[in-house]
């Protein structure tokens, strides 16, 4: 059997911290790969993370114990869908928003300085008509919602648009992230509802320490550069203090998913015991990542930054089955 044929991939073409075998290179013309780059379609763990408080939420407003609801307990379709194709659009804007504020930055790390903007292989002008392309898809999918959620989607654009300055100015950039990526966790519920109640705030609170855990490990890769040019980051602040702190973020996250899950009704484990389980088994996969963790390994630090799209597939599948059990055995 002939094995399929990878693409070719000049040097200059690349990124240094993106794979070269991605199906962009091989679906996409030439002169569309630095654009796919700016948006990091080449490295979709981005819009993966993203996308995960969306659907966690997705799935877990079905199931409020809500007075005279009607609801089948399972997540809308139309909805995940909306949520996926946003979640790619509004990664890639943020992304290219990012790299246009930190050329400068990005000049001087040596992972970064191979990105299409410092490269040169796309002007500022390219890139800021890029951004509003991929910001109107984005607008394209919040205005399907209700008008409380359109409101809302809005109202994450300035903590979007303060985040790549962070780093200049506190120690704390990856809070910030949190706050924009974890957005999507009060997204799913006021899509489903219309509103925003305890239940979606407290998992709103869980998913920003579970990003500000990931992205320390993350922030690994590039402390020494950052050092050097005076980019600040938790990875920075924690240093070798890492494992403890991601012990506090994590279990943090773990506790605030669990009290999300007491305010959606659930005040006993039985009609719910797949979403208990799934809080179990990620936090055996989120004790894994911190006795893996090696700072001083950015293979391992990527690695492991990698594996929270799983913790995101534990609490989703988990979410699901809980709907599907309580459906079956409505009197369990």
């Known amino acids: 059997m002939l094995e399929p044929r990878q693409p070719t991939v000049d040097p200059a073409d690349r990124v240094a911290d993106a794979p070269s075998d991605n199906f962009v290179y091989?679906?996409?013309?030439?002169?569309?790969?630095?654009?796919?780059?700016?948006?990091?379609?080449?490295?979709?763990?981005?819009?993966?993370?993203?996308?995960?408080?969306?659907?966690?939420?997705?799935?877990?407003?079905?199931?409020?114990?809500?007075p005279s609801a009607v609801h089948t307990g399972l997540p809308d379709l139309w909805h995940l869908v909306l949520f996926l194709v946003g979640a790619v659009a509004m990664r890639g804007a943020g992304c290219t928003y990012n790299d246009l504020v930190d050329q400068d930055i990005d000049m001087q790390v040596a992972r970064t300085r191979s990105r299409p903007l410092p490269s040169g292989r796309v002007t500022s002008r390219q890139a800021k008509l890029f951004l509003v392309a991929q910001a109107l898809v984005g607008l394209f999918v919040l205005v399907q919602f209700n008008t409380f959620a359109?409101?809302?989607?809005?109202?994450?654009?300035?903590?979007?648009?303060?985040?790549?300055?962070?780093?200049?100015?506190?120690?704390?950039?990856?809070?910030?992230?949190?706050?924009?990526?974890?957005?999507?966790?009060?997204?799913?519920?006021?899509?489903y509802w219309g509103t925003l109640g305890l239940a979606p705030i407290l998992l709103y609170g869980g998913a920003v320490l579970w990003t500000i855990g990931y992205d320390t490990i993350y922030a690994h890769q590039d402390r020494e550069d950052d050092a050097l040019v005076g980019v600040r980051s938790t990875a920075r602040l924690f240093g070798e203090r890492?494992?403890?702190?991601?012990?506090?973020?994590?279990?943090?996250?773990?506790?605030?998913?669990?009290?999300?899950?007491?305010?959606?009704?659930?005040?006993?484990?039985?009609?719910?015991?797949?979403?208990?389980?799934?809080?179990?088994?990620?936090?055996?996969?989120?004790?894994?990542?911190?006795?893996?963790?090696?700072?001083?390994?950015?293979?391992e630090c990527l690695k492991l930054f990698r594996s929270n799209s799983l913790f995101g597939w534990i609490l989703f599948l988990s979410l699901v089955f809980s709907s599907l059990w309580r459906l079956s055995f409505p009197g369990a």
């Not at 809302?152 to 903590?159: E, N």
């Not at 797949?274 to 293979?299: E, H, K, N, S, T």
């Open 26 to 66: 091989r679906v996409l013309p030439r002169a569309a790969w630095p654009y796919a780059q700016l948006a990091r379609w080449d490295r979709p763990i981005g819009w993966q993370l993203l996308l995960w408080p969306c659907l966690w939420s997705a799935a877990l407003a079905p199931q409020w114990a809500a």
């Open 150 to 191: 359109i409101g809302l989607g809005i109202a994450s654009l300035g903590v979007v648009a303060v985040y790549p300055f962070l780093k200049r100015v506190t120690d704390w950039p990856q809070l910030g992230l949190g706050f924009a990526f974890s957005w999507g966790a009060l997204m799913g519920w006021a899509a």
């Open 242 to 299: 890492t494992k403890p702190a991601l012990t506090l973020l994590y279990g943090g996250a773990l506790a605030l998913f669990a009290l999300s899950y007491l305010a959606t009704g659930w005040t006993s484990p039985g009609p719910a015991w797949p979403a208990y389980a799934g809080l179990a088994v990620g936090a055996a996969q989120m004790g894994w990542q911190i006795r893996q963790l090696r700072i001083d390994d950015p293979d």
